[in-house]
């Protein structure tokens, strides 16, 4: 039978997979909350800054699921969240029964609920929970959580919650929580090319982007990729909080969501093929906001000058 208590730092082992630019910061704010750490990445390189914080190191997700109570996973594809969980060296080979696993992930939904039957079966529990904020959010621990599993689990694990994001929300069964984030990265896509367009008009046009920015981001037009990513465009700063190939993999997965939902999203398809040539033109691995170097092509721009 799977627990009913909530999860502290005096009885409570945290395993944590993935050591990337968000997830680094995430598990650092566990580690800073009291928690012990068992932490495991690609290569333990990745993971020296939690190690020289006190984390402890496991070579393989198995051997994190070994010992842990709770363990977390933050990787890049739906593929390395197949073989983290479910594969030959996963999390279900070794976890205890009453073990939890919190794939915060952006991943499919259908995924979502194949693990979450799998640990089932195993006496396990498991919740997806993809997270929304970027960078920015990771390092202040101001994450948006949507949750999808058992309403029971995911109460149990918001002190654990807490610490990483100000809004935790559960929206469902298993796979709810993935299908939250496909409506987050559908507003964030297409409000993208919005963010883009304008900079490049008010380029255009002779205007100082920064005081443009003063008159319209308090307003009706304000949003946080306009407060946020904005800037960073302005002063050519593309380093990815959250990179190009990734958002790419995201819009594949909602639209692929969508034509099984018999749902047209031509406004999204419209950013998967703009993200695409951006990927093209070699910018896989710039932040998002690069996409206005792929915009300013189409108008013979250049955006660094």
Same mark, same amino acid.
């Given at each position: 039978m799977i627990s009913s208590k909530s999860f502290s730092p005096e009885d409570t082992l945290i395993g944590w997979i993935g050591a990337g630019v968000m997830g680094t910061s995430m598990c650092g704010h566990l580690l800073a909350g009291g928690f012990p750490v068992l932490v495991c990445s690609r290569t333990r390189e990745r993971a020296e800054p939690l190690l020289d914080r006190g984390a402890?190191?496991?070579?393989?997700?198995?051997?994190v699921a070994g010992e842990a109570d709770v363990v977390f996973t933050m990787v890049g594809y739906p593929a390395d969240v197949r073989e983290v969980a479910l594969g030959a060296r996963g999390v279900l080979t070794?976890?205890?029964?009453?073990?939890?696993?919190?794939?915060m992930t952006t991943s499919e939904p259908s995924l979502a609920r194949e693990i979450h039957a799998a640990a089932k079966e195993r006496g396990l529990d498991a919740v997806d929970a993809p997270v929304? /904020? *970027?960078?920015?959010?990771?390092?202040?621990?101001?994450?948006?959580?949507?949750?999808?599993?058992?309403?029971?689990?995911?109460?149990?694990?918001?002190?654990?919650?807490?610490?990483? *994001?100000?809004? %935790? %929300? +559960? &929206?469902?069964?298993? /796979?709810? *929580? &993935? +299908?939250?984030?496909?409506?987050? &990265?559908?507003?964030?896509?297409? /409000?993208?090319? /919005?963010?883009c367009e304008a900079l490049l008009y008010a380029h255009k046009a002779g205007l100082n982007p920064e005081t443009v920015l003063e008159s319209v981001g308090g307003g009706a037009a304000g949003s946080w990729s306009l407060a946020n990513y904005a800037p960073r465009m302005m002063h050519g700063d593309f380093a990815p909080g959250f990179m190009v190939e990734h958002f790419i993999k995201d819009m594949e997965i909602a639209l692929a969501e969508a034509r099984r939902m018999d749902l047209s999203l031509p406004g999204l398809a419209l950013a998967h093929e703009l993200y695409l040539a951006l990927r093209a033109q070699g910018g896989g691995r710039d932040g998002v906001h690069a996409l206005i170097r792929a915009l300013a092509r189409l108008s013979a721009v250049d955006w660094t000058a």
């Open positions: 402890s190191w496991a070579e393989t997700p198995a051997a070794s976890a205890r029964p009453g073990c939890v696993l919190v794939d929304s /904020g *970027g960078d920015v959010g990771a390092r202040n621990a101001t994450l948006s959580i949507m949750t999808g599993g058992d309403a029971d689990t995911v109460e149990r694990l918001r002190p654990l919650f807490g610490l990483l *994001g100000k809004t %935790v %929300v +559960h &929206q469902g069964g298993p /796979g709810s *929580g &993935q +299908h939250a984030k496909m409506v987050n &990265q559908t507003l964030i896509a297409t /409000g993208l090319i /919005g963010v």
